[in-house]
Every structure is written in C-alpha cells, then in structure tokens.
C-alpha cells in the first residue's frame, strides 16, 4: 500500500501569482495616493462597490484590505487582507475572511477543510478579482487607470 504524496507547494508559480497581483494593484495604489481608502463601482445594471482600504504603510510595506459586498444575505462577502512589498514588487495575501491567518499548506484532510494549496488559491483569486476591477471597475474621481500603460 503506497502513502499519498505530500502536498509540495509550487514556490515558483505563487511567487509569479504574488508578481502578476502587484502589476495589477499599482493603478489602484496611483488612484490611492496619500488617501487611506478607495471605492470602486463594478458593473453597469447592478452595480456594487469593491472597497480598498489601507491597514498599514510602512516604507518597504503596505497592507490592504479588499472587501466586496455581498451577493446574498446566506454568502458573506468576500474580505482579503494583501501586503504588497515593494522592494521584491509582489503581493500576497495574508488573511481571506473569516480565517485570520492563511498558510502556505494545510494537511489535508483538516478539522477546517482546507484546501492543501490554500494561499495559492487564494493568490489566484486574489488575481481574478483585480483583473475584473481593472477591466470593469470605476472609481469616482480622478481616473485610476492609463489606457495602454496597465
């Protein structure tokens, strides 16, 4: 009888997820400036608003917080915390609603159910989210995105 194989996180492919995520978060830190939140519109008939705020600012760090709004009163709204550094230039989320901290691995199976590849997934969400916010977001205000440039 064989064991299953362990889980080994793709370090490579998380680190270029964490590369692609903070290409797509810096119109938004543009569009942040000095200011400490940002709305952004999404959709045209139902609009709703994703809103991004800054937890922390530190001279290599920043922290952010996205949450949406709620689809359906029985599904709460997605809420991730990202820290972007800025001297490596990724992001990478660090805490997804309503777990406080996710790790790199989880054994699988565990007494919370998660995934074995958790904060890649995340990642990867985290990246979906922004690709749409980029390709269908508005902001009130100031424009946050430079056609040809993003």
């Not at 994703?50 to 709004?69: C, G, H, K, M």
């Amino acid at each position: 009888m064989s064991r299953p194989r362990r889980y080994r996180l793709d370090f490579r492919d998380l680190m270029a997820q964490c590369e692609w995520n903070y290409a797509r978060l810096l119109p938004l830190m543009r569009a942040l400036g000095d200011d400490d939140s940002l709305d952004v519109s999404l959709g045209e008939e139902r609009p709703r608003t994703v809103s991004i705020r800054v937890l922390e600012r530190a001279p290599y760090t920043t922290t952010l917080r996205f949450e949406d709004q709620a689809l359906h009163d029985a599904m709460p709204a997605p809420r991730l915390t990202v820290r972007l550094y800025h001297d490596a230039r990724v992001a990478e989320v660090t805490e997804a609603t309503p777990f406080r901290r996710v790790q790199a691995r989880y054994p699988y199976p565990n007494s919370h159910m998660h995934q074995r590849d958790e904060k890649a997934q995340w990642n990867r969400f985290l990246g979906e989210w922004l690709a749409h916010v980029h390709d269908f977001g508005r902001a009130s205000g100031e424009p946050w995105r430079r056609s040809g440039t993003e």
